[in-house]
């Protein structure tokens, strides 16, 4: 039974640690069109930088705990700030992944 136990923390642990946040990026409103998804380690200082494009809409399909995807209207993560709760429209020039809820 320990050794259930044991592998059981293990395997729990393992899971935990490699646990990262994911987000799905839309060509069009509403969640629509073309999509590209990343997958985000949480930064160890809160700030997961910026990563630019061009994106009508945005989903966060996963997230750390004490982690969220911002979503911006400008290129250097600056203006037009935006939670991605749910289905996110917009017009987005990037994102970051950082410490927030």
């Known amino acids: 039974m320990k050794t259930a136990s044991v592998l059981s923390v293990l395997a729990t642990t393992a899971t935990l640690?490699?646990?990262n946040g994911v987000i799905d990026l839309f060509s069009q409103?509403?969640?629509g069109g073309s999509v590209q998804?990343?997958?985000y380690?949480?930064?160890k200082n809160c700030n997961g930088g910026c990563v630019s494009g061009s994106w009508e809409s945005?989903?966060?399909?996963s997230a750390d705990s004490g982690y969220i995807f911002t979503v911006y209207?400008?290129?250097h993560c600056s203006k037009g700030k935006k939670a991605v709760k749910g289905c996110t429209s917009g017009n987005w020039k990037s994102f970051s992944?950082?410490?927030g809820s």
């Open 17 to 19: 640690a490699s646990a």
């Open 29 to 31: 409103k509403s969640c």
């Open 37 to 39: 998804s990343g997958s």
């Open 41 to 43: 380690t949480p930064p």
């Open 58 to 61: 945005a989903r966060q399909v």
């Open 73 to 75: 209207t400008d290129k």
């Open 97 to 99: 992944y950082d410490c």
